[in-house]
T-cell receptor, first 115, second 114 residues
Framework: KAGVTQTPRYLIKTRGQQVTLSCSPI?????VSWYQQTPGQGLQFLFE???????NKGNFPGRFSGRQFSNSRSEMNVSTLELGDSALYLC??????????????FGPGTRLTVT | SQQGEEDPQALSIQEGENATMNCSYK?????LQWYRQNSGRGLVHLIL?????REKHSGRLRVTLDTSKKSSSLLITASRAADTASYFC??????????????FGQGTILTVHP
């Protein structure tokens, strides 16, 4: 099976702009989680989607949003970009939709730089 | 805030030696996982240990879990240069709904010298 793919891999944006990142999970996986990784805060959970529904959300401002499509592909959007949004954004998929965590399969990430 | 704290922050060893990394966490968990990350790329799942398990093996990896001390350790035996990476423990909080949410430690940077 193909792994989790994320596009684009690298992105440079200017403060105030918005950005959309895309994630395609492993075929058959219906749960998609998003994480932000920065040197200062480490890996932090953004949100999780299952069957097009957001089931869990981390402590991020409303500028961070996401959605999931019927084919389980997911997108996340960040509006009004700030310098502090510069990070590696990781998407992960999981085959199970039950509560609790299971192995998550991560994509290579999108490196976002905000100038 | 991070659930887990990892120790040491960095570890440098020679090929063939064993590497031990520790992780502590704060809340009751359903299970604990270890991941590896190479040079700012995606994370690779290594092993999952459930809260009712005490020890688990996978190849050269050995993981222990002590829920009374809220701690875990990852042992990599006979390290290779290719094991050079950052290693993270990740937990999910027991009780409530923890759909898809893993809480990661700050990680241990392992360098294995040939």
């Amino acid at each position: 099976k193909a792994g989790v793919t994320q596009t684009p891999r690298y992105l440079i944006k200017t403060r105030g702009q918005q950005v959309t990142l895309s994630c395609s999970p492993i075929s058959g996986h219906r749960s998609v989680s998003w994480y932000q990784q920065t040197p200062g805060q480490g890996l932090q959970f953004l949100f999780e989607y299952f069957s097009e529904t957001q089931r869990n959300k981390g402590n991020f401002p409303g500028r961070f949003s996401g959605r999931q499509f019927s084919n389980s592909r997911s997108e996340m959007n960040v509006s009004t970009l700030e310098l502090g949004d510069s990070a590696l954004y990781l998407c992960a998929s999981s085959p199970l939709g039950l509560a609790g965590s299971y192995e998550q399969y991560f994509g290579p990430g999108t490196r976002l730089t905000v100038t | 805030s991070q659930q887990g704290e990892e120790d040491p922050q960095a570890l440098s060893i020679q090929e063939g030696e064993n590497a031990t990394m520790n992780c502590s966490y704060k809340t009751s968990i359903n299970n604990l996982q270890w991941y590896r990350q190479n040079s700012g790329r995606g994370l690779v799942h290594l092993i999952l240990i459930r809260s009712n398990e005490r020890e688990k093996h996978s190849g050269r990896l050995r993981v222990t879990l002590d829920t009374s001390k809220k701690s875990s350790s990852l042992l990599i035996t006979a390290s290779r240069a290719a094991d050079t990476a950052s290693y993270f423990c990740a937990t999910d909080r027991a009780g409530g709904t923890s759909y898809g949410k893993l809480t990661f430690g700050q990680g241990t940077i392992l360098t294995v010298h040939p």
